[in-house]
């Protein structure tokens, strides 16, 4: 499956330093976020829940990782609240024309929020925010259900497709 930022130029937390190129090899399936910054005056108590919930899955090893999109007016206002208040996971760099492709095409129109999605793109979940400030730590177990539920659908349609085609379901394509 085809990492929808593949190749995109991405940032760990040790403040832009090394830029981290998407594998297009990649064999780990890695389920996404995109986390759009949070603006002076909104409610800026998400991101230590966010963090604590990512600290304690990339303890447990699992596939998973955080892409913070900013939308603060400037550089320096970016740069300073990712590094102050974020976990070490990964940034667009500010003023990343990804940035506003993914904020249409997750229709993102107020922050923080929280979407869910595979490594594909394709959406788990764009409660994302709720769902960690609810339930915490079990949202993870969840949208991992989502993700073989969504996984099995796909390889069905796949099986379908492919008998309709004459092939039988246990011959690759």
Same mark, same amino acid.
């Given at each position: 499956?085809?990492?929808?930022?593949?190749?995109?130029?991405?940032?760990?937390?040790?403040?832009?330093?090394?830029?981290?190129?998407?594998?297009?090899?990649?064999?780990?399936? =890695?389920?996404?976020?995109?986390?759009?910054?949070? =603006?002076?005056?909104?409610? &800026?108590?998400? &991101?230590?829940?966010?963090?604590?919930?990512?600290?304690?899955?990339?303890?447990?090893?699992?596939?998973?990782?955080?892409?913070?999109?900013?939308?603060?007016?400037?550089?320096?206002?970016?740069?300073?609240?990712?590094?102050?208040?974020?976990?070490?996971?990964?940034?667009?760099?500010?003023?990343?024309?990804?940035?506003?492709?993914?904020?249409?095409?997750?229709?993102?129109?107020?922050?923080?929020?929280?979407? @869910?999605?595979?490594?594909?793109?394709? @959406?788990?979940?764009?409660?994302?925010?709720?769902? @960690?400030?609810?339930?915490?730590?079990?949202?993870?177990?969840?949208?991992?259900?989502?993700?073989?539920?969504?996984?099995?659908?796909?390889?069905?349609?796949?099986?379908?497709?492919? &008998?309709?085609?004459?092939?039988?379901?246990?011959?690759?394509?």
């Amino acid at each position: 499956m085809e990492n929808f930022l593949k190749n995109s130029v991405l940032h760990k937390k040790e403040y832009y330093t090394e830029p981290l190129l998407i594998d297009e090899d990649a064999e780990e399936e =890695v389920e996404d976020i995109a986390h759009p910054g949070e =603006v002076p005056g909104q409610d &800026t108590k998400f &991101t230590p829940l966010l963090k604590d919930l990512y600290d304690e899955i990339q303890r447990r090893k699992a596939a998973f990782e955080v892409i913070f999109i900013s939308f603060d007016k400037t550089k320096e206002d970016m740069e300073q609240y990712f590094v102050e208040m974020h976990g070490d996971w990964l940034a667009l760099p500010f003023g990343d024309p990804l940035i506003e492709k993914l904020k249409s095409q997750y229709d993102i129109s107020s922050v923080p929020k929280l979407v @869910v999605v595979r490594d594909d793109g394709e @959406v788990l979940t764009m409660k994302g925010r709720k769902e @960690v400030q609810d339930k915490g730590i079990i949202c993870y177990r969840n949208w991992q259900n989502l993700l073989a539920s969504k996984s099995t659908k796909k390889s069905e349609c796949q099986e379908e497709t492919d &008998t309709d085609k004459g092939v039988p379901p246990d011959m690759e394509s």
